[in-house]
């Protein structure tokens, strides 16, 4: 038992749902984890030297898994969009508000300031997943997230293969991603179409030389749209995207073994030569 953990077991999920009141609708992204196993296990997935003192929640739902994440930490943050429930979870959690333990935000984790957190554990939206992981990947904090499973393998995924593209380039620039649990949909009410999967970041530096990263990730991103195409043509296709004023002059400057190859084939580390390559011999815009 930690320190935080009380001497009673935690919330059953069932019965927090029909306090709640809520159905939980899939098409704001609502599916509530109902299985106290996988909930239990979720807080433990946080790397073991990872400071706890401020877990941040995004989308708390009905509060199964910010139960969990009270009896692990100081203090947790949760930031919920539906009104109905952020009103809810101040309630069901009362004596966690007053004692400063618990914050909820109500609103759009895309827009609202976060909070000074360091760490994060979080069953996503999955409609929003991809831009609150690139939200919370920067911050350099380690994160445990439920996600869709393909978007989780798209994250782990290696070079030569088929789900690696710009997604797992730009997440494994901020951390070592793992996928650590596959999730059936009975874990979840109402259960989403696909099954999911957990994935843990933990922060790290890139093992790669970048100069100027919003470059490096816009012209990753850039790079993977011609993904079909070889290295040479997708620099001189995606310009407008990266932002390379002179794609030629990269073109001429890069070695032929690597414009022959597609995109697919590249690790993080070549991606990176090139993108040093490329702002060497090019001035670089704004791009898309
Ligand atoms: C997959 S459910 C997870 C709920 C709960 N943590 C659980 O595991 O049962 C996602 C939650 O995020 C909320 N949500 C959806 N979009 C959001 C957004 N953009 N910002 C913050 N919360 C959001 C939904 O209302 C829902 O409660």
Do not use: W
């Not at 009896?71 to 309630?91: G, I, K, M, Q, Y």
């Not at 976060?114 to 831009?131: D, K, M």
């Not at 710009?166 to 259960?191: C, I, K, M, N, W």
């Amino acid at each position: 038992m930690t320190e935080f953990e009380s001497e009673s077991a935690s919330r059953d999920p069932d019965r927090l749902r029909r306090r709640a009141g809520v159905r939980g609708d899939p098409d704001r992204d609502q599916h509530f984890l109902v299985d106290d196993r996988v909930l239990d296990r979720l807080p433990g997935y946080l790397p073991a030297d990872a400071d706890r003192s401020h877990v941040l929640e995004i989308g708390g739902g009905t509060g199964a898994l910010t139960d969990r994440l009270l009896d692990v930490s100081e203090r947790v943050t949760v930031v919920e969009r539906d009104p109905e429930l952020a009103a809810f979870l101040r309630e069901e959690f009362a004596d966690a508000v007053e004692a400063g333990r618990l914050a909820v935000i109500e609103g759009d984790a895309l827009a609202v300031e976060l909070p000074p957190f360091t760490a994060c554990v979080s069953n996503l939206p999955y409609g929003v997943s991809s831009e609150i992981a690139f939200r919370l990947l920067p911050e350099g904090r380690p994160l445990v997230l439920m996600v869709q499973f393909e978007f989780g393998e798209r994250m782990v995924a290696e070079p030569d293969t088929p789900e690696y593209g710009r997604l797992s380039v730009s997440a494994g620039h901020y951390a070592d991603v793992e996928l650590v649990e596959t999730v059936p949909r009975e874990a979840f009410d109402p259960q989403p179409r696909v099954e999911s999967a957990v994935v843990r970041c933990t922060p790290r530096e890139p093992t790669y030389e970048v100069e100027d990263e919003a470059f490096f990730l816009r012209f990753v991103k850039a790079l993977f749209t011609q993904r079909r195409k070889t290295v040479r043509n997708a620099i001189r296709n995606t310009a407008h995207i990266s932002g390379l004023a002179d794609p030629d002059a990269v073109v001429e400057a890069v070695d032929e073994a690597t414009l022959s190859r597609r995109p697919g084939e590249l690790d993080p580390s070549a991606f990176a030569a090139l993108a040093r390559t490329a702002r060497r011999v090019s001035d670089v815009g704004g791009g898309q």
